[in-house]
């Protein structure tokens, strides 16, 4: 039987890299699927659906609410959006145009990156602190806390901060000197599960607002996120996101979501309009979420090392080529597979090996974040049975010794 991509012409690649979006994100289990295709058979009212999943993803969470988003990136932008206007329906209606509003948005330089377009989007400018001379090589430093309090103004919406393993300073300190000017901490974690136990860490050390993506680890829907935290600030950013096609007096938004008698009118289409989520992503990252923390972390793991053995022994002994495991679960509960290629013996650089891997039948993709030093990664996430193996012979292959 052919399969969708067949019959549209598309050949399917095995992804040796991780749920990347270029790359069509995650393997979605069939249980999450199954979830998305019943919830495309009825109609339900969103914003009630919307209300279920924010009392779901507060008991997954430890937030007083939460939101299903189409994507991390899209909860920055809900969140920032939610940061400037608060509950104000007038305000929402003239983004991203942000005049008199406070439209300040505080952020290390050290954690700028390409998503926080979705911040700026919003209308708001960026503030940046901080100089992060342990990357330049020159120092040691980078942004630290009395850097955030001294560009903290009454003009601040809100500071934006990206977590990942080395993220400094620590968010408690960050969450301190915020707090203290009362400005809210929104926090980027898009790729910071697993552990799962991340999920409630962020809002434990003190964030405001928190997005994850739905696509990576969670194994959801590629085009659904998480944004949970502070009750007022996710209504303010469903205010901006559901769809308001509805007369005042019919609107009957659930309290628990929208407490429409605190509201002069209802805000017109929102900022994040464009970024709405359907019935089968708010199901499906359910569906995915509720699977993402009940699966066993040893078992999650031990598969994920099964694979990257696989590979490794598929590949075995390829001269100039060290193949090393990456497996410090201190670090990362992911383990991973660091092939260091020795240009001179192999005759090939690194970024050779990756494209050739690339331009494969299938096409195989693998990490190249560190080809520069002559490195080639491999991670297990969104490899299917029998993958590994066919990425460790091909690699012998392509290194000649096959
Ligand atoms: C992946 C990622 C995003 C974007 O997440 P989406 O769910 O694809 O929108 C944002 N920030 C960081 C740090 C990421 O790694």
């Not at 089968?280 to 040893?298: H, K, S, Y």
């Not at 490794?312 to 670090?331: Q, S």
């Amino acid at each position: 039987m052919t399969h969708v991509y067949e019959r549209l012409g598309i050949k399917p690649i095995i992804n040796a890299l991780g749920p990347a979006t270029r790359l069509s994100g995650s393997i979605m289990p069939t249980q999450v699927a199954d979830a998305m295709r019943e919830a495309s058979q009825y109609c339900v009212d969103i914003a009630s659906l919307q209300a279920r999943a924010s009392q779901l993803i507060s008991q997954h969470t430890g937030a007083e609410a939460g939101y299903v988003t189409s994507g991390a990136a899209a909860g920055l932008l809900l969140g920032t959006a939610a940061s400037v206007t608060g509950l104000d329906p007038s305000l929402m209606n003239r983004l991203p145009d942000t005049t008199g509003m406070k439209r300040r948005v505080v952020m290390a330089r050290s954690h700028r990156n390409f998503y926080d377009h979705a911040v700026r989007s919003v209308g708001i400018d960026l503030v940046e602190i901080g100089i992060a001379d342990r990357y330049s090589g020159a120092g040691v430093r980078d942004a630290e806390p009395w850097e955030y309090a001294a560009a903290i103004d009454d003009n601040t919406a809100a500071v934006v901060y990206v977590a990942y393993a080395h993220t400094v300073p620590d968010l408690p300190a960050v969450v301190a000197v915020a707090h203290a000017a009362g400005v809210p901490v929104i926090v980027d974690a898009a790729g910071q599960l697993p552990p799962a136990s991340n999920l409630r860490r962020f809002i434990e050390e003190g964030a405001d607002l928190v997005a994850f993506s739905g696509g990576k680890a969670i194994r959801g829907p590629q085009a659904s996120g998480i944004l949970c935290g502070r009750r007022d600030l996710i209504e303010a950013a469903a205010l901006q996101h559901l769809d308001m096609d509805i007369l005042w007096d019919q609107w009957n938004p659930p309290i628990e979501l929208i407490d429409k008698r605190h509201l002069p009118g209802a805000p017109h289409h929102g900022i994040g309009r464009p970024c709405k989520v359907g019935k089968e992503e708010i199901v499906g990252l359910l569906t995915a979420l509720e699977l993402f923390v009940e699966q066993d972390p040893d078992a999650r793991r031990a598969a994920w090392l099964d694979m990257m053995k696989n590979l490794m022994d598929a590949a075995g002994e390829i001269p100039g080529v060290e193949i090393k495991l990456v497996n410090d679960p201190k670090r990362s509960e992911i383990p991973l597979v660091h092939a260091q290629i020795d240009e001179d013996i192999c005759g090939m650089t690194a970024l050779d090996v990756i494209r050739q891997l690339q331009d494969s039948e299938p096409s195989i993709q693998a990490n190249p974040t560190n080809v520069r030093e002559g490195g080639v990664g491999f991670g297990p996430m969104c490899l299917k049975e029998g993958e590994p193996e066919i990425v460790g012979h091909r690699l012998r292959e392509i290194l000649g010794t096959v």
